[in-house]
């Protein structure tokens, strides 16, 4: 195999503080996406990894998630809204009166 992969240098985006609060609610729904996708290609929850008996010990909420698998999607989190910024584009929160 030869890929190497490319991905943007997002190391110089600094985001605001806002932003970076809403890490935590996309790093949730990252995991939320991925969780319902191997519930619908027949995986389920078990003590160990096993894909030929499709069973992961990750097939549970988001805050039972060990910290080292909830900084893997807060990392996919981060660098998306990195990637966004970088790219030009503005995230504004709408606001209600």
């Given at each position: 195999?030869?890929?190497?992969?490319?991905?943007?240098?997002?190391?110089?985006?600094?985001?605001?503080?806002?932003?970076?609060?809403?890490?935590?609610?996309?790093?949730?729904?990252?995991?939320?996406?991925?969780?319902?996708?191997?519930?619908?290609?027949?995986?389920?929850?078990?003590?160990a990894k096993d894909a030929v008996a499709?069973?992961?010990?990750?097939?549970?909420?988001?805050?039972?998630?060990?910290?080292?698998?909830?900084?893997?999607?807060?990392?996919?989190?981060?660098?998306?809204?990195?990637?966004?910024?970088?790219?030009?584009?503005?995230?504004?929160?709408?606001?209600?009166?």
């Amino acid at each position: 195999m030869s890929y190497i992969p490319h991905p943007l240098d997002t190391g110089d985006v600094k985001l605001p503080e806002e932003l970076l609060e809403l890490t935590e609610k996309i790093a949730e729904n990252v995991h939320d996406i991925w969780a319902q996708g191997r519930i619908a290609e027949g995986w389920r929850y078990g003590p160990a990894k096993d894909a030929v008996a499709k069973c992961t010990p990750l097939l549970v909420p988001y805050g039972e998630l060990p910290e080292s698998e909830k900084q893997y999607d807060r990392n996919t989190a981060l660098e998306t809204l990195k990637l966004i910024v970088k790219l030009g584009y503005r995230i504004e929160k709408e606001t209600r009166g």
